[in-house]
């Protein structure tokens, strides 16, 4: 597969940084990415998911977690922030409501890492809208694609979008600042060499997750600034005896890196989340929402349910099993509190993970029991699908099931609900009158330059 995907791209010793007879992986990928035809659609698709990452940013300013970085971004320290330092808060900010998109098959939050380093980097270099958006398709491309191979073992204990962000963040930072091939390998190796971003969080809610995608951002654009002026980095970060997948990938798949380099751009098989919650949970919020208004319309009463079950894949247990939710971040990631607020709420919203909510959804969510189960766990990380059944207190029966949830590639939301939900985020992060962002945003597409946002 390897020799293939060299073939493919036409490489030879010369073009190889350091003469190595056969090109690294990420040799390949930078290739890879750079010979792949961006059409208006394209572009228009990369526009949505820059309005949809600048929202939830904007919108991360409203949250407990929003304000401790805005205390720290206020000190002196930050007076005159680089670009690397705007990007860290933008994407810490992208990635607090848990409304930001997700890139299924590498377990990637690609928006929230590379648009805040593109946008930080384009801001004050006057450029057009259509570098903007290749630099954003060239960012996702490269985080999803290592993040594709990076195996399940992996993502048990590491975070993915920490991990395999900050090649994302490099590779779009490479795209801006006009890097040659050989500089790209160099910021995409050293990047690669930053990469950190655990689990362990998990267990006492604590704030680190928005850090993860603020370091990735900023490690990326460092990389490739540094890379601009000859400073080298591995180009067997990824397959090296001493490299990332040795590292911390023991069920890597390095072939994957470079599989199907004629693919759709990988942003536009990118999910974008309508509810405020872990997207593990959002198969099950949907068939939930599902049986709810099945159960509406048969007149019965969801605060009569006696029991529900859950069948999905494993990384959603690992990650989601949560009975208990002491905390807004808890109900975000339980399965258990977000099926019981889909049943008993006619909207999953903000509101829905808050202490009254969590109080209301409390006895049910303890009689939510989750499982593994076929053909969910197979078709995992491929399709993210579940399967909800609920028992009325009256013995009767109902189930859905969702093989792909809203806001899936195959189940997409349209560009009227993108902006619908842009327009909501925006206000909830203060934005009286969004329409003029909105309108900046979207106008990339046609080479309009970025539009003037203050952040802060």
């Known amino acids: 597969m390897l020799e293939q995907s060299v073939c493919f ?29 961006v059409t208006q659609s394209d572009l228009d698709a990369a526009a949505l998911f820059t309005l949809d990452a600048v929202a939830n940013s904007l919108a991360g300013r409203n949250s407990g977690p929003g304000k401790v970085l805005f205390d720290w971004w206020r000190s002196s320290s930050n007076a005159a922030p680089d670009p690397g330092r705007e990007a860290f808060l933008m994407a810490a900010l992208c990635h607090i409501l848990e409304t930001d998109d ?75 600042l006009d890097l040659d091939d050989t500089q790209a390998v160099h910021a995409l190796g050293n990047a690669g060499s930053q990469s950190s971003g655990l689990w362990e969080f998990l267990e006492t809610g604590a704030m680190t997750k928005h850090l993860h995608a603020g370091h990735a951002a900023e490690a990326g654009i460092r990389s490739a600034e540094l890379a601009a002026y000859g400073f080298t ?112 709420f006619p909207e999953v919203n903000f509101e829905a993970f808050g202490p009254e909510a969590r109080e209301r959804c409390a006895d049910l969510a303890l009689r939510v029991k989750v499982e593994v189960a076929d053909p969910w766990a197979s078709a995992y990380p491929r399709s993210w699908g579940g399967h909800v059944r609920v028992r009325m207190a009256d013995g009767d029966e109902t189930e859905a099931e969702r093989t792909n949830a809203k806001g899936d590639p195959e189940a997409p939301l349209d560009r009227n609900e993108m902006i619908g939900k842009a327009d909501m985020l925006l206000r909830h992060g203060g934005i009286s009158a969004p329409q003029t962002i909105i309108d900046g945003i979207l106008g990339l597409a046609s080479g309009e330059p970025l539009p003037r946002i203050d952040l802060a």
Request: charged share 20%; hydrophobic share 40%.
């Open 233 to 344: 980095g591995p180009p067997k970060i990824l397959e090296g005896e001493k490299g990332f997948f040795r590292a911390a990938c023991p069920d890597a798949d390095p072939e994957a890196v470079i599989h199907e380099p004629d693919a759709p751009w990988q942003l536009t098989r990118t999910s974008i989340k309508p509810w405020p919650s872990c997207r593990h949970t959002h198969p099950a919020i949907d068939a939930a929402e599902e049986l709810r208004t099945r159960l509406v319309a048969d007149g019965k009463d969801p605060a009569n349910i006696r029991e529900v079950e859950v069948a999905t894949y494993r990384a959603a247990l690992d990650v989601c099993n949560r009975p208990r939710a002491a905390t807004d971040y808890e109900a975000k990631f339980s399965l258990q509190h977000t099926v019981a607020a889909a049943l008993l």
């Open 9 to 37: 791209l036409n490489w030879t010793v010369v073009n190889a940084p350091h003469s190595l007879s056969t090109p690294s992986l990420t040799e390949t990928l930078v290739a890879l990415i750079r010979a792949k035809t």
């Open 102 to 176: 997700l890139h299924r098959e590498s377990v990637v939050h690609p928006g929230c890492v590379v648009i805040p380093a593109v946008w930080s980097l384009a801001k004050n270099r006057n450029t057009g809208g259509r570098q903007v958006l290749i630099a954003i398709l060239q960012g996702f491309e490269a985080a999803t694609r290592v993040g594709m191979a990076v195996g399940p073992e992996h993502y048990r204990i590491w975070h993915n979008t920490a991990t395999c962000g900050p090649f994302g963040s490099a590779m779009a930072a490479a795209s801006l």
